[in-house]
């Protein structure tokens, strides 16, 4: 029988360990996704903590159906979108980011670097950043990526296309792209 | 492109090391058992949410089998011209009516699962009540197609069903309800046998005719009155009192 299955079976026994198991063993994936979403540890932190606390709010009348992983990228996803959300009404955030990613010949170039890359995954549209968190950073099959968002496997291949195209257009227009 | 993207997005990765830090898992686990305890105090079933529920777990296999005892006796009826037959066979058709309940409401007692209905939400009679009241709407129900479906086929009177058949089946379902209230007989087979007994007393009342029509209608709606009250005794003792 399937581990997960057994788990929210013991959780909604109310087993206390089964709580502990479960959180451990997608804390980290979903703490990962969180981060490279919004790129603030902190409030990944707390968007990990928000994913798990309405899982568990709403697991009494929770179905298994073999899918808990998607289940929970789908509400952590959804944070993350109002995340967005909020970032976007913040514009000037947005802007402080991309004009401190334009000065790419600082002797701190790690860090430059680093910020270039957020700039340009915030640049994204929405559903390509998610395909390409989905595969590059979270390590996900094409195959289970249209698990997780509920599309098909060559609305997955489009996305990703799309992703790597504007990604490689947006390191062009800052000219950074030869420099790999 | 890809190989270029990829290594632009491995150096991010190793860039940008994502830690895990056991406080804050422990406190996602803390406040996920909290958020789960909290909302299910919140849930409450409404009445017809247990209704329901309750309607689930009974089993409908009696229910098929009134319905069959039903059909069966209403095929019966059209070859009996006698009303000596017909008589007799209500008796017995309402004795077995009221019998074929009995394994479910028994069910609790046979396979010891007392303890666990006490310690559920709901306590025990809110259960019984609720398991009472369906099979009453069941039977209502049943009784009420086959009256409809007999109308106008069969020329019996109301008072006739009241007396040949309402009658026996109300005293037969106060001995149910009444055995069931006893907390030294365990068995379902004591409450059958009971309505057995019942059952053969009628069956002699009925054959009778000097004593059956000796007994004026009044007298005979009078005791089914008093069966009646019985039974409604009987069924609130089940419900209000605590059992065994």
């Known amino acids: 029988m399937d581990v997960d299955f057994l788990l929210l079976m013991k959780m909604k026994q109310g087993e206390e360990d089964a709580f502990d198991k479960f959180i451990r063993k997608y804390y980290e994936e979903i703490l990962k996704y969180c981060t490279y979403h919004c790129f603030d540890s902190e409030y990944a932190r707390d968007l990990t903590q928000e994913t798990f606390l309405r899982f568990f709010a709403n697991l009494s009348a929770y179905q298994y159906c073999g899918k808990t992983k998607n289940y929970l990228y789908t509400i952590a996803g959804n944070l993350c979108k109002n995340y967005y959300k909020k970032k976007k009404e913040d514009v000037m955030d947005k802007e402080g980011l991309q004009a401190k990613a334009g000065a790419a010949a600082d002797p701190f170039a790690g860090v430059l670097d680093q910020m270039e890359m957020q700039a340009a995954l915030a640049g994204l549209s929405e559903e390509f950043r998610e395909v390409l968190i989905l595969y590059y950073f979270q390590e996900l099959k094409l195959k289970e990526i249209a698990g997780v968002l509920g599309i098909g496997l060559p609305l997955v291949k489009y996305r990703m296309r799309q992703a790597k195209q504007q990604l490689k257009e947006f390191f062009e227009r800052r000219g950074t792209w030869t420099q790999i | ?244």
């Open chain 2, 1 to 244: 492109m890809d190989a270029d993207l990829k290594k632009r997005l491995d150096t991010y990765k190793q860039q940008f090391p994502i830690a895990v830090k056991e406080e804050a898992v422990l406190e996602t686990i803390r406040m996920s058992k909290k958020a789960y305890c909290e909302k299910e105090c919140e849930k409450m079933l409404t009445y017809w949410e247990f209704l329901w529920s309750q309607l689930c777990i009974l089993r409908k296999r009696w229910w098929l089998c009134q319905l069959l005892l039903l059909v069966a006796w209403g095929g019966m009826l059209s070859y009996m011209e006698e009303a000596y037959y017909v008589r007799r066979s209500m008796g017995i058709t309402a004795v077995l009516f009221i019998i074929l309940v009995i394994p479910e409401l028994w069910k609790n007692r046979t396979y010891c699962c007392m303890e666990i209905e006490t310690a559920a939400f709901y306590s025990l009679r809110q259960i019984y009540a609720a398991r009472i009241l369906l099979f009453g709407i069941a039977d209502l129900v049943l009784l009420s197609a086959f009256c409809i479906v007999l109308y106008g086929q069969l020329s019996f009177t109301f008072l006739e069903i009241l007396v040949q058949f309402l009658f026996p089946m109300v005293v037969t379902a106060c001995i149910c309800f009444k055995i069931l209230c006893k907390p030294y007989v365990q068995s379902e087979g004591t409450a059958v046998m009971a309505c057995m007994a019942w059952s053969v007393v009628w069956w002699m009342i009925a054959v009778q005719d000097q004593l059956y029509t000796a007994v004026m209608l009044p007298v005979w709606i009078v005791l089914f009155g008093v069966a009646f009250v019985s039974l409604v005794s009987a069924v609130h003792q089940t419900v209000h009192v605590p059992l065994w």
